[in-house]
Each structure stands twice: as structure tokens, then as C-alpha cells.
Nanobody, 114 residues
Framework: QVQLVESGGGVVQPGGSLRLSCTASGFTFSGYTMSWYRQATGKEREWIAT????????NYADSVQGRFTISRDNAKNTIYLQMNSLKPEDTAVYYC???????WGQGTQVTVSV
């Protein structure tokens, strides 16, 4: 059974940091490019970062470039999203996605607020 489980969300003040994790099971994790998306209340789901199978290439949306870092550990079947200099507009549910088979996790809530 395919599963993607996100964790690490929470409430943080503006300027703070969080690290999200997404652990996969039920498919050959190392064989797929992986992405992070987010969806704020009342808005469409937004792509924010992608990492290739071996982690050699990463891409970011302009809105997070320079503040967020995507990485992966294929030995642990896990991708990460290090989020620094968080802003209130980063508040959203964050999802991981396996590109190709289009598997999705259940999401983890990130709230940036004073």
C-alpha cells in the first residue's frame, strides 16, 4: 500500500524556521522525482519545490527561492523541506507528491503568526 506521511508542521512566529518531513512506503521511492506543494485556505494548491531522484537537481517557486531548501535521503525514503525566514503568507497545508505516479500525502499544517 502506497503511503506518503508528512510531519513537522506547527505554529511559528514570522522569521522563524521549520523542517518538514515526508516519509514514503509502498513504492520504489528512489525511482521518482518528488515535490512539495502547499494550499492556503481559499486558494489553489501551489507547487513550491521539486527534487530529482538522486537529489542532484532542485527547483523552487519564486515565492520560496532562497528561503526554503528541499532535500532527500533515499536510504530513509524521506524528503525534507527546510523552511527559513517564514512569513505569514507561508501559512498553508503542505503536501508531498511523487511525480509521475502522482501519489499524495495527507498534508501537514504550517501556521506563521505572531
Amino acid at each position: 500500500q502506497v503511503q506518503l506521511v508528512e510531519s513537522g508542521g506547527g505554529v511559528v512566529q514570522p522569521g522563524g524556521s521549520l523542517r518538514l518531513s515526508c516519509t514514503a512506503s509502498g513504492f520504489t521511492f528512489s525511482g521518482y522525482t518528488m515535490s512539495w506543494y502547499r494550499q492556503a485556505t481559499g486558494k489553489e494548491r501551489e507547487w513550491i519545490a521539486t527534487i530529482t531522484r538522486a537529489g542532484r537537481v532542485t527547483n523552487y517557486a519564486d515565492s520560496v527561492q532562497g528561503r526554503f531548501t528541499i532535500s532527500r535521503d533515499n536510504a530513509k525514503n524521506t524528503i525534507y523541506l527546510q523552511m527559513n525566514s517564514l512569513k505569514p503568507e507561508d501559512t498553508a497545508v503542505y503536501y508531498c507528491n511523487a511525480v509521475g505516479p502522482n501519489y499524495w500525502g495527507q498534508g501537514t499544517q504550517v501556521t506563521v503568526s505572531v
